[in-house]
């Protein structure tokens, strides 16, 4: 039998929440015996080019590129899961959304105290970037959500099991309380 | 003129007894003579009440009624509640606008005429409704706005304006509320019974309370009779704020004496020296004649000491102003907030009967059920009983408002279809009825057969009719947007879900919402109704709640087939981005 696909993804996020997946520490080695990694930062495989069963995404949607690529997300992984609070809400990156985008961007590469010259960033190889940071069940449906900042190893591990299994994810309370 | 204002301030501060407590007198009082509250004032409030300035700006900014920015001499709080802006108020707000060359939020330039739009201020059968700093305006329409502004740019007596004018507009008396009683005549037959026994009374008559929750008044008594604590106390609970409610306002004007009547006999029953009648704001207006009545009980012997000759009785009433803020209505919002803070609901256990205004035993009732006291004590228990329905004794104040011949106040007995009301209203082509304001239920006419009564559909007294041409969505968006302002911000599933709920119903009625949405407003609104602390943020989803249940079509028809839709435009959300940054989508070839 062939093992389940795995893709991971990351937008505007810290990566906290990929550091947090290495903090199953020994179990990775589990995990590998279970399922087998495509297009991933951990493995930096950059596209896919089949379908995926799941799909695991850090981070906020900021951007043309974040927009474009979890598209992409949603259209090769049979089951999609948002974890960490950028993913679910905009998290820190969000932040930005109280102020206007122009002001934003005035602030960090003009006016700051210390900027000489500055300039907004405009090179067509960059990204545009959105009016808002959105979390990603705004851009695509998300089919499950994982809160934490970032959310632990073992919340993961846990979870990824569960789904993996068809068994439902029963995580005791330590593991869910965040304040 | 610092010094001017730092004696003004110590001066303010004495008058209340340099009581931490009054923080809410200190600072309507200085509101009103300096017309807004600047860093300065609330620095010097602070130090001469020896408390933090934090204390000072958290309770201030709290208050809707506070503005901490400099303000027009006149300030003008033009409702727009659903009501409202089904009687054209939204036209009348644009003469306002046109009129005074600015926007709402704004002052003029010669500091002159500040406008504010502002949720229900219980003038909903006069449609459309503004404050006039604090003077109530009724039946607006566009063309009296000129006369209006010119009347305060010329420095007009306000009061002396046609529109000056509110009608009690009771439409039905019953024989609870509006029937003639004489002054002291219920104090005097609970002075001759023992506490115990007007408790006793007030059971056999099965009263509950009218102000939402319908607590057995005697049970709260008698909790609050036997709590220990230095002093206890007696709330009446006169901050009216749900939309479409104006119940209490029409007591207030027609029968005040029978209100302070029910407070005394509380008073006794309780064992309490001191009660306080918590007023909202916008009734502000009904002060002076307040005051004139109390003045006249003190007088007659019938609050102070010694009351009624019953030697060891004593008891007096202040009234506590308000400043504008609905979530104060909930019973330990409104002691928090008479005690000189913000207005957020405190965590229950322990209830307000057993620490309650400063820490102590109180307890808080609705004007209209202190209303029933007194005339149960009156004339007994059993002839109270003997009204309403099998689980509601006695009449019930409806104040009704919306698309209706005759708004107005109703005492009916408990148990009356919504059929018979609309009827009796002129409503009979009524798409939905609103049964207790935004957080109470849309009735659809399916469920016009069912009964105004603790144990059918409850109310604190709002009905409001939505008639057949209204949009109906349109209205439970409003009501929706009003708990988002309204909510003071403690629990998350208030302060965000509400906005979220709101953003997702805007969502489904601008034609981009799927299926997937109207499954999460179902169980958004159920997670907010679970995890909130207090009823704001019980009741919050209400409006989206029932109209799904009740009528599912309207949001059928909105949504689009697929699954899925996202929830913003991304074309738009880029061409920010593009022009923040000088870039251009086209030029670039990109696609969305
Ligand atoms: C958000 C909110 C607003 C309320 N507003 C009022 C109000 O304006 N008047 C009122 O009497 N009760 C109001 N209540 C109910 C009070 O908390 C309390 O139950 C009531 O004053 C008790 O008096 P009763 O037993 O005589 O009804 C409100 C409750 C909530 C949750
Ligand atoms: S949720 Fe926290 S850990 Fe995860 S990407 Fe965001 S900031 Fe980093
Ligand atoms: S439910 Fe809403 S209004 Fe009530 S305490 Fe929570 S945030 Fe405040
Ligand atoms: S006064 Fe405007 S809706 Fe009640």
């Known amino acids: 039998m062939t093992k389940p696909l795995v893709a991971t993804g990351h937008f505007t996020g810290c990566f906290g929440c990929h550091m947090s997946l290495l903090d199953i520490d020994e179990r990775i080695l589990d995990l590998v015996q279970l399922v087998e990694f495509d297009k991933s930062p951990i493995n930096d495989i950059k596209t896919f080019n089949r379908p995926v069963d799941i799909g695991i995404i850090e981070g906020g949607v900021s951007n043309s590129e974040n927009v474009e690529f979890l598209r992409e997300f949603r259209k090769y992984c049979k089951i999609l899961v948002a974890i960490g609070s950028c993913a679910l809400t905009g998290g820190v990156p969000a932040m930005r959304n109280t102020v206007p985008l122009k002001e934003c961007l005035q602030e960090a590469y003009l006016d700051g105290p210390t900027i000489v010259n500055g300039v907004i960033p405009n090179d067509p190889e960059l990204p545009i970037l959105l009016d808002r940071v959105y979390p990603c069940h705004e851009v695509v449906k998300i089919d499950y959500f994982l809160p934490g900042c970032p959310p632990s190893g073992d919340t993961l591990f846990n979870a990824i099991v569960a789904l993996l299994k068809g068994d439902a994810l029963a995580l005791p309370y330590e593991l869910v309380k965040y304040d | 003129m610092a010094e001017d204002m730092r004696s003004l301030v110590n001066q303010t501060v004495e008058r209340f007894g340099k009581d931490r407590h009054r923080l809410m007198d200190i600072a309507r009082a200085l509101h009103a003579r300096l017309g807004y509250l600047s860093e300065e004032t609330i620095g010097h409030t602070a130090q001469a009440l ?3 300035r934090v204390e000072v700006r958290d309770m201030v900014s709290f208050y809707s009624f506070f503005s901490r920015k400099k303000q027009g001499k006149t300030v003008i709080h033009l409702c727009n509640a659903v009501v409202e802006r089904m009687k054209g108020a939204d036209a009348v707000g644009r003469a306002f606008e046109r009129e005074l060359g600015i926007h709402f939020g704004e002052t003029t330039p010669d500091d002159a005429i500040t406008l504010h739009h502002t949720a229900c201020i219980g003038l909903s059968d006069q449609a459309p409704s503004a404050l006039i700093n604090g003077i109530p305006f009724t039946n607006l329409k566009p063309e009296d706005v000129p006369g209006i502004v010119k009347a305060i740019r010329e420095g007009e007596d306000m009061l002396n304006m046609p529109q000056a004018e509110v009608d009690s507009n009771v439409r039905r008396p019953g024989e609870v509320i509006f029937a003639p009683m004489e002054r002291g005549a219920a104090i005097r037959k609970a002075i001759n019974m023992t506490p115990e026994s007007v408790i006793n009374e007030i059971n056999k008559g099965r009263l ?12 709260k008594w008698d909790f609050c009779r036997k709590a220990k604590g230095n002093a206890h106390y007696l709330v009446c609970n006169a901050d009216e704020g749900e939309p479409g409610t104006f119940k209490d306002r029409a007591i207030l004007q027609e029968c005040p004496d029978l209100v302070f009547e029910g407070m005394t006999v509380a008073g006794y029953a309780i064992g309490a020296r001191e009660g306080i009648m918590y007023l909202r704001g916008e009734y502000e207006y009904l002060l002076p004649s307040l005051e004139r009545v109390l003045a006249k009980r003190r007088h007659l012997g019938l609050l102070g000491e010694n009351i009624c000759g019953c030697e060891g009785f004593s008891f007096n009433i202040r009234i506590q102003m308000g400043a504008g803020a609905y979530v104060c209505g909930e019973e330990s919002a409104l002691l928090e907030s008479a005690e000189g803070k913000r207005g957020a609901p405190r965590d229950r ?6 620490k309650g205004y400063k820490g102590e035993p109180t307890s808080v009732n609705n004007v209209e059920t202190l209303c029933c006291a007194a005339r149960i004590l009156d004339r007994g228990g059993e002839w109270f009983a003997s009204m309403g329905s099998r689980d509601s004794t006695g009449t019930k104040l409806l104040s009704v408002s919306g698309d209706c011949e005759h708004p107005g106040v109703y005492e009916l007995p408990y148990g009356i279809t919504v059929k018979k009301l609309i009827d009796m209203v002129g409503a009979s082509d009524a798409q939905a009825v609103q049964v207790g304001g935004p957080s109470g239920r849309c009735l659809a006419p399916k469920d016009f057969g069912r009964s105004i009564s603790f144990e059918d559909v409850p109310t604190g007294g709002s009905v ?3 008639g057949p041409e209204r949009d109906l969505l349109e209205c439970v968006r409003q009501f929706t947007e009003f708990f988002v302002e309204e909510s003071c ?12 709920l709101l953003k997702t119903l805007e969502k489904v009625m601008e034609g981009r919402g799927s299926r997937s949405d109207l499954a999460n407003l179902e169980k958004l609104g159920k997670t907010v109704k679970t995890m909130s602390r207090c009823g704001l943020g019980q009741t919050a989803a209400n409006p989206i709640l029932t109209t799904i249940n009740g009528f599912p079509d309207l949001y059928e028809a909105r949504i689009k087939h697929e699954e899925y839709t996202p929830a913003f435009d991304f074309k738009k959300a ?7 940054a000088g870039r251009n989508l086209e030029l670039e070839g990109i696609h969305v």
Do not use: D, Y
């Open chain 2, 489 to 500: 911000g403690w629990c998350v599933p208030c302060r965000s879900g509400t906005t979220i």
């Open chain 2, 464 to 466: 409001i009719i939505i």
């Open chain 2, 349 to 354: 256990p322990p209830f307000p009967v057993q």
């Open chain 2, 574 to 580: 880029l061409e920010v981005g593009c022009e923040a």
């Open chain 2, 208 to 219: 509950r309370g009218r102000g939402g929750a319908g607590f057995p008044t005697a049970m």
């Open chain 2, 50 to 52: 020896g408390i933090h």
